[in-house]
């Protein structure tokens, strides 16, 4: 996963519209990053990475990542492209993307093995960067701050449990938590979004929409 174009690969295994139509009864929306693009800070102007096996397989030749012997799996220098994909069994909706990427990934030479784990296991492992990759949901605060999940400094102690390091975002995220303008605010947001779009250390789902029914009789 060092190489950015494996990175958008395995995004790009994974079938968000379907997994928001089909799982989510349509109630979530594929997004490009952190940030929702309905929200204060988001930006429109990104596309998430298309549901395209083919294209993925393309980007994994070019990162020399091809079957060299013949036994439909990927090699990377390091043996066979091959990964464990741990997740909650206990949050809903995972089970449901690590199907749908397992079975993409095969098409595309990738084996990735998918394990339940209980929750505390699965806190304890992220936290402590005991796994390979995994499925993890991440929240902000209405007003983004993504410095806990991008920054350099929150790899022994936040969320960054990939061990991220960029230091154009480290600058950015940093100016942020500086910024008591908003215009200034919303460029920096978007310049680390755009960075982290081309970076793609993680891969975003999607964004849950919020379902509720109010009471007509409700009076305030």
Same mark, same amino acid.
């Given at each position: 996963?060092?190489?950015?174009?494996?990175?958008?690969?395995?995004?790009?295994?994974?079938?968000?519209? *379907? &997994?928001?139509?089909? /799982?989510?009864?349509?109630?979530?929306?594929?997004?490009?990053?952190?940030?929702?693009?309905?929200?204060?800070?988001? #930006?429109?102007?990104?596309?998430?990475? !298309?549901?395209?096996?083919?294209?993925?397989?393309?980007?994994? #030749? @070019?990162?020399?990542?091809?079957?060299?012997? *013949? #036994?439909?799996?990927?090699?990377?220098?390091?043996?066979?492209?091959?990964?464990?994909?741990?997740?909650?069994?206990?949050? $809903?909706?995972?089970?449901?993307?690590?199907?749908?990427?397992?079975?993409?990934? !095969?098409?595309? *030479?990738?084996? *990735?093995?998918?394990?339940?784990? +209980?929750?505390? /296991?699965?806190?304890?492992?992220?936290?402590?960067?005991?796994?390979?990759?995994?499925? &993890?949901?991440?929240?902000?605060?209405?007003?983004?701050?993504? &410095? %806990?999940?991008?920054? %350099? %400094?929150? =790899?022994? $102690?936040?969320?960054?449990?990939?061990?991220?390091?960029?230091?154009?975002?480290?600058?950015?995220?940093?100016?942020?938590?500086?910024?008591?303008?908003?215009?200034?605010? %919303? @460029? =920096?947001?978007?310049?680390?979004?755009?960075?982290?779009? @081309?970076? +793609?250390?993680?891969?975003?789902?999607?964004?849950? $929409?919020?379902?509720?029914?109010?009471?007509?009789?409700?009076?305030?």
């Amino acid at each position: 996963f060092a190489d950015a174009r494996v990175r958008r690969a395995m995004t790009m295994l994974v079938d968000r519209p *379907g &997994y928001a139509a089909r /799982v989510q009864h349509g109630y979530a929306r594929p997004v490009a990053t952190l940030i929702d693009p309905q929200i204060w800070g988001g #930006d429109p102007a990104l596309t998430p990475h !298309a549901f395209d096996v083919t294209a993925a397989m393309r980007l994994l #030749d @070019e990162a020399g990542i091809k079957d060299k012997d *013949g #036994d439909g799996l990927r090699d990377t220098p390091n043996g066979p492209m091959s990964f464990t994909l741990i997740y909650s069994g206990q949050t $809903s909706g995972h089970v449901e993307i690590g199907s749908l990427f397992e079975r993409a990934a !095969a098409q595309a *030479g990738v084996r *990735g093995k998918l394990q339940s784990l +209980e929750w505390p /296991v699965m806190r304890t492992k992220t936290r402590e960067h005991d796994f390979e990759a995994a499925i &993890y949901r991440l929240r902000l605060e209405p007003i983004p701050d993504p &410095y %806990s999940y991008v920054h %350099s %400094s929150q =790899i022994p $102690s936040g969320f960054n449990f990939g061990g991220y390091r960029n230091p154009e975002i480290n600058r950015l995220s940093a100016e942020l938590r500086r910024t008591f303008d908003a215009k200034r605010a %919303s @460029e =920096i947001l978007s310049s680390i979004q755009r960075v982290l779009h @081309e970076d +793609e250390p993680f891969s975003v789902i999607v964004s849950p $929409s919020a379902l509720m029914a109010i009471n007509r009789r409700l009076r305030i």
